[in-house]
């Protein structure tokens, strides 16, 4: 009888051992993290949102037919929020008469005179636009944005976007009036399309950065201002879709000139 008694209350205190803790855990306030509402980067400088960047710049062509373009401007844009910003660029060309390797080339296989539908030399020169003025129109997606240091000893924020909207480019040439008799005639003022390419930036500072573009300005264009469908004139018919490629260098300042900073 005692053996039974003292096994039922062996029993009895195991089976509260076990019970005990589990008893106590579970009134026991749920633990949490003090960095569970924490933003991702303490008082990170907002260097966009609300804040207009403006500053001078120069452009050069990339690919041109026959005359590269050297464009001295700048760009302007207003960061609605961190990631979408609204701009625009302007450039005008300060080497008119620099030709390519090609319009040299071209020259130099062409005679004076001609008497089939190949160009004289002269023709073919007044054929020939080049580009006067660019202008361009866009919004600004940034979906990367961080920090790097150079060597450990230079630090600069940066950001990465792409960016797209109308283009305008102005184009000038030596023959501008047209007749039945010309089978060359540059194609000239001011021709819209579209621009679109992306870009980057480098702030050393809430008020300063640096910033690289690649653009492409795609407009109805013949650069070569010759008949291309075989009507004996040159007109708005042998037009076609042409890029523009171009790579610009700004340097732009951020106004206002302090960034605010994050919590």
Not at 78 to 99: E, R, S
Request: proline share 5%; net charge neutral; with cysteine.
């Amino acid at each position: 009888m005692k053996t039974r008694t003292f096994a039922s209350l062996g029993c009895a205190t195991v089976a509260l051992g076990l019970l005990a803790p589990t008893s106590v855990w579970a009134e026991l306030p749920e633990r949490k993290s003090p960095l569970a509402d924490a933003p991702a980067v303490r008082h990170r400088s907002e260097l966009r949102q609300f804040r207009f960047e403006i500053g001078p710049g120069v452009t050069t062509t990339v690919g041109q037919d026959f005359y590269h373009a050297v464009l001295v401007g700048g760009k302007a844009s207003f960061f609605l929020t961190d990631w979408l910003a609204i701009g625009g660029m302007a450039g005008h060309n300060v080497t008119p008469t620099l030709k390519t390797s090609f319009h040299e080339r071209v020259e130099a296989v062409l005679n004076p005179t001609s008497t089939d539908r190949t160009p004289t030399r002269a023709d073919a020169q007044a054929g020939m636009n080049k580009i006067a003025q660019v202008f361009a129109l866009q919004a600004e997606l940034i979906p990367f944005s961080g920090k790097y240091s150079l060597f450990g000893k230079l630090f600069a924020n940066y950001d990465l976007y792409a960016f797209g909207g109308p283009g305008f480019i102005n184009f000038e040439g030596s023959r501008t009036t047209c007749g039945m008799v010309n089978r060359s005639c540059a194609f000239t003022g001011m021709k819209i399309g579209g621009n679109f390419g992306i870009g980057i930036h480098t702030y050393f500072s809430d008020f300063f950065s640096l910033n690289l573009e690649f653009r492409d300005i795609l407009v109805r264009n013949n650069p070569s201002g010759r008949d291309e469908t075989g009507d004996k004139l040159a007109d708005d018919e042998d037009l076609s879709w042409d890029s523009n490629y171009m790579v610009g260098f700004n340097f732009t300042f951020l106004l206002p000139p302090t960034a605010r900073k994050s919590d």
